[in-house]
């Protein structure tokens, strides 16, 4: 168990030594640093992950309910598991890593119905549109996102 993202990343660094045994990571995507900041995510963690052990298996754990962080870790991260907190119990994550186990995936009902939603809606959506939705999710002015984007006001607008 690691309570930091740095105590993750040593974790991480020690399985992908173990390449026999079966890894299956189970990251909130709100993981604190050292200093006790968000500077990296649990997102962060699986993609190192991935790259160390593209054999393993993630599920994402998160209380965000902010449906820009759902594509955006589907895409990124490919999980094969996506539960948020408030939806599951021990016997749903029991059920999601047996599942995974069996070569399966699981994700909790909520993220279930946005993408089949977003399936039927199929609008595309760029990393730029990403940044931006994301950004006015997290309440950042118009100003604000063209200094953090650099992107001038009316290519915002």
Do not use: W
């Not at 399985?15 to 890894?23: E, V």
């Not at 994700?107 to 279930?112: A, D, G, P």
């Amino acid at each position: 168990t690691a309570n930091t993202y740095e105590q993750g990343v040593a974790i991480i660094h020690k399985c992908s030594f173990n390449q026999d045994d079966n890894l299956i990571a189970i990251l909130d995507i709100r993981i604190l640093s050292n200093d006790g900041g968000f500077k990296k995510t649990g997102e962060d963690l699986a993609l190192l992950l991935k790259s160390l052990r593209p054999d393993s298996k993630i599920i994402i754990v998160t209380s965000l309910v902010k449906k820009y962080y759902y594509h955006s870790i589907v895409t990124k991260v490919n999980p094969q598991g996506f539960l948020i907190k408030s939806e599951m119990d021990f016997n749903k994550l029991k059920l999601a890593i047996n599942r995974i186990i069996n070569g399966e995936t699981y994700f909790t009902k909520s993220i279930s119905d946005f993408f089949r939603r977003s399936a039927v809606l199929n609008l595309p959506i760029d990393e730029y549109d990403r940044k931006l939705l994301f950004h006015l999710s997290e309440g950042c002015t118009i100003k604000e996102m063209s200094e953090i984007l650099n992107l001038s006001i009316s290519g915002i607008e």
